[in-house]
């Protein structure tokens, strides 16, 4: 009778192992799949997006969070840029404006309350800045650059002296002759008023550009450079305009 009872016993244990592993397999085989679809169905119901979608959200964040940083970059990111993928073009803007707002405020400071301003005068100076001096800006910068590659204090001293030298006259003779000529004058006017006002012009400004000569070559990189020796000439070119509108030197020229 026990061997009968311990017969049973087997026989159910079995047949209870049998139906746990029915079971078990049933549920990781064929419910598995019925049950990840009301995953997806209750996700769709509620808004919810699956895993996979996490990495589009991630991405939205990261682009607005890229415009924001670009929005608060401003006008001075737009610039720089601009400086660098069209620097002549925008050097050369930059002078001319530089010029335009020069040129106002040396006719206000000189000008009597009922004079007028004189537009075609602004015009020539804007004109300079755009044409000639804003792409040589550019230019002589670049092969300074290139002639004196390093900015330690010798190597400035070196740029400073061939500004001094060359560039500071040669472009000072240039304004004051193309001036005149815009304006009608013969050459034997040119000849006078560089005689009168070309002496003055470069010992004002040995006094003037040496510091700011130094501050741009030594502390700014190239591309860099024409803005600041223009924030610069902003003092310097009220000065210049002054001088090359004054009058006419008859007694000289005659």
């Known amino acids: 009778m026990s061997r009968a009872l311990f017969r049973h016993v087997a026989v159910d244990t079995a047949r209870l192992i049998r139906r746990n592993t029915a079971a078990s397999t049933d549920r990781y085989g064929k419910t598995g799949v019925a049950q990840s679809r ?33 929005s608060k970059v401003g006008f001075v990111g737009w610039y720089l840029g601009m400086v660098k993928s069209r620097p002549v073009v925008t050097k050369s803007v930059t002078c001319s404006l530089i010029y335009i707002a020069a040129d106002l405020s040396s006719q206000t400071i000189s ?30 910068f670049n092969f300074m650059s290139r002639l004196f590659p390093k900015q330690d204090l010798i190597t400035t001293f070196k740029k400073m002296a061939m500004g001094q ?10 304004f004051f002759s193309l001036n005149a000529s815009l304006q009608g004058e013969s050459g034997s006017d040119i000849l006078a008023r560089l005689k009168r006002d070309l002496l003055p012009a470069m010992f004002n400004g040995v006094m003037y550009w040496p510091l700011c000569d130094f501050i741009t070559f030594r502390f700014f990189p190239v591309h860099l450079q024409p803005l600041v020796s223009n ?11 002054y001088m090359a509108n004054r009058e006419k030197p008859v007694a000289i020229s005659s």
């Open 38 to 70: 009301p995953y997806f169905r209750r996700a769709k119901e509620t808004g919810v997006s699956p895993s996979p979608s996490l990495g589009f959200s991630s991405s939205s964040s990261s682009s607005s969070s890229s415009s924001a940083s670009i």
């Open 111 to 140: 000008k009597t309350s009922s004079e007028s301003y004189d537009l075609v005068r602004t015009a020539r100076m804007g004109g300079y800045g755009l044409f000639v001096l804003g792409p040589t800006l550019h230019y002589w």
């Open 165 to 174: 030298a060359i560039y500071g006259p040669t472009m000072t003779v240039i």
């Open 231 to 241: 924030s610069f000439s902003y003092v310097w070119t009220i000065y210049m305009t």
